[in-house]
């Protein structure tokens, strides 16, 4: 099984968009396929269509230790399920401070009550607090959604420090897998700067020893694309409300590259390196 974390502090980069049609795409592709939301804004649990109801199970119930992975899987396709979120996830940090080990709640869930898929994907929050935390602990591969703009650079040092530092205390085979373009317009000069600059980082990083050594760029890039952005709010992915559309095509090739990389954890020996200031 690989498990993947999908993060990014900044909101509005498209990373819960991408977890949700990632995910479809894999699952239409014959993968078995979990997507666990850890955003408490329960955007990924609206967008495939679950009500975020605070009286069902969700993985808050998960976290505060009431109820074990298995009792709060949905199905939502043949090869598709969901671990729903609510919005009573953003107390869980307050009640979870005091709790002993509160970084690997998830990850001994998971090992305590393993799930039979191809994929375990997390849709993570846009801060870098305790739940994010708990998603890089309970994943072996972290994948990062960028808009190619600068601020995507100042953004993307902070990921890294976090990513290095869960590596190094919490998770040892943690890895940077990879990173895609979200909301892209290949027409402008500051998209093209801003990929040469993040390309000529990671290229030069294969030299160092550090969790993102061997992190690729998606040729992928996602464009921009309307149908994207109704989608959620027709509770349906992207292949089920626009089949035909660019984003659909931009998310099954994207889904492809996924499928096809092969995956290295040089995490153990990792190393803390520079990254982008």
């Known amino acids: 099984m690989r498990s993947i974390a999908i993060m990014n502090q900044k909101g509005g980069v498209g990373k819960t968009t991408t977890s949700v049609n990632v995910c479809a795409a894999l699952a239409d592709a014959g993968s078995r396929v979990c997507l666990v939301d850890l955003d408490p804004q329960a955007h990924a649990t609206l967008h495939l269509g679950i009500d975020p109801d605070p009286e069902k199970p969700s993985v808050y119930e998960v976290l505060t230790d009431k109820s074990s992975i298995g009792d709060v899987v949905r199905q939502v396709s043949p090869n598709l399920s969901v671990v729903g979120s609510v919005l ?25 009550e393993p ?7 997390v849709d993570c929050p846009p801060s870098l607090g305790i739940l994010t935390l ?8 972290v994948f990062i959604p960028l808009q190619p703009h600068f601020l995507a650079l100042h953004g993307l040092s902070k990921l890294l ?19 895609m373009y979200c909301m892209y317009d290949s027409g402008t000069r500051l998209a093209a700067e801003v990929t040469g600059d993040i390309a000529d980082f990671f290229e030069a990083a294969r030299q160092q020893q550090s969790p993102w050594a061997s992190a690729r760029i998606f040729e992928t890039r996602i464009r921009r694309n309307i149908r994207l952005a109704e989608a959620p709010s027709h509770g349906q992915s ?11 095509a931009d998310y099954q090739a994207l889904a ?9 954890n040089e995490g153990e020996d990792a190393v803390p390196a520079k990254v982008p200031a």
């Open 256 to 264: 492809t590259e996924l499928a096809a990389m092969t995956t290295g």
């Open 238 to 248: 992207i292949y089920q409300y626009a089949p035909t559309s660019n984003g659909a």
């Open 134 to 141: 708990n998603a890089l602990a309970a994943v072996e591969e």
């Open 161 to 179: 420090e976090t990513i290095d530092l869960v590596a190094a205390r919490l998770n040892p085979r943690l890895v940077l897998s990879g990173v």
């Open 88 to 112: 009573d996830l953003a107390g869980a940090e307050v009640e979870l401070a005091g709790v002993v080990g509160r970084e690997m709640i998830l990850r001994d869930k998971l090992n305590a």
């Open 115 to 121: 799930l039979d898929v191809d994929y375990l994907v």
